[in-house]
């Protein structure tokens, strides 16, 4: 390369497309796509406090304006270039955690599993609600049921397990990433101590979705056992119309 | 067994052909280094089970962890053969494993060409420009605080420990890598470097830079010059996203 080669890849590095691409992408992973976890796990949190309160929290939601326009436009759409532009960003790097096995360089490796098991889960779990809702075989309203139902087998509680177990780890350190990437937190120190502010962002979101979703297989006889009287005294489960596997 | 020998496996090939493992065993003295090793196979190049073979080659200059050159994978990890001390390799006679970086071709042996490295220097015009050879007067001075922050970022070498660690440089990716993050950093700090702050600033915002960092921060840990190579990433990121963000509401 001649050196007057050295000022036309300078010019011709003024498209920006790129980094401003990469931005975009974190910035994405937090605002929507974050915030919406957030909203979700809280949401669904209400579970615990019931049907008529989990339908009532849905239902609130359901009423909101535009909704149609926010969900497709603020979720589903950023969602989509978020995974596949994410896959893209994967598919680039060649992890090398049996050579150098730092903690970051671990976790540089678990975004990317997580990243793609929350994608896989995500579709999945879009199937098995949102689609069959608009392909008319679950009702839109009281999804209360079907959740009851499908997570009271060990498979599905499984899986749900590690899709909101990679989720929230995708979202934690994502948060941490971002910090970093956006030119927040710049110090050696900083970098620390923003680590240790994501992980209890992260263990505490953990701990509200997969607390929900014990509610929903374990009050209902599923994975985890429950005491006799808490079935019986459980606020959720109506005998009558909940399909209970063990009553 | 005694310790009267050093075992060295050693990948070797030539250019992008086959690779096969060697193994030789040369004399045991104290305060050998790997180099020293590599002199020995050189003088005998035998192998361990009584083979003729050729003397293996390898690059290296200063002997002092100052140049760079003698860079290499030891027992799997980056690292200058002229600073990794037999004594520490083998304290009971465990067998050196030694490779070429697997981020560059190779040449021969464990020599590799750099010239990736030096192409991102290119790009992201990591020096301070002169403008000719007429005597332009002292430059102006720099504050102490300034000073230690571009001390420890002038030490790199461009030895290639940084790439080889890290997981997004490779063949894969155009990532050029943190060293030249680094080095534009302390060049947009230098009283003349600045002067051409923005274009290196550009040069990072395109295909292969700044933006391809995925974090993994290896390049600081295996970094043998202990530099913040992880802080000047983020520095710039911040330098970058501000000139992203908002250098066109300023200048067109």
New interface residues.
Partial sequence: MAPSDAASTTLASMDRRHFLLKRLHSLSGVVPVGAFLLEHLWTNARAVYGRESFNRAVGEIQALPGLAYIELFGIFLPLVFHAVYGLVIAAQGRPNVGSYGYTRNWLYLLQRVSGVVAFAFIGVHLWQYRVQKLLGVLPWEDQYAALMTDLATPRWFIAYFLGVTASVFHFANGLWLFGNTWGVTVSARSMKRSGVLCAAVGAALWVLGVNTLLHFSYRCGGVVPMPEQELVQGNCHNPDDLPLRNP | MGLDTVTLKIRRGEGPGPSRWETFKVPRRPMMNVVSCLLEVQKNPVTADGKASTPVQWDCSCLEEVCGACTMVIN??VRQSCSALVKDLSPEGQTVVLEPMSKFPRVRDLVVDRQRMF?AL??T?AWVEIDGTHQLGPGPRVSQEDQEVMYPLSRCMTCGCCVE?C??Y?D??AFLGPQVISLARLYNMHPSGSMQAS?RL??L???G????C?????CA??CPKAI?L??SI??L??????R?LFGWLLKG
């Fill in positions: 799997g990890r192409d290119r790009k015009r660690a997981p997004n490779n894969r990716s274009q550009d040069a915002m395109g295909v830079g700044i933006a391809d995925g974090k993994a921060q290896n840990e295996v913040p992880t802080e983020a520095v990121g911040r330098e970058t996203l501000k992203a």
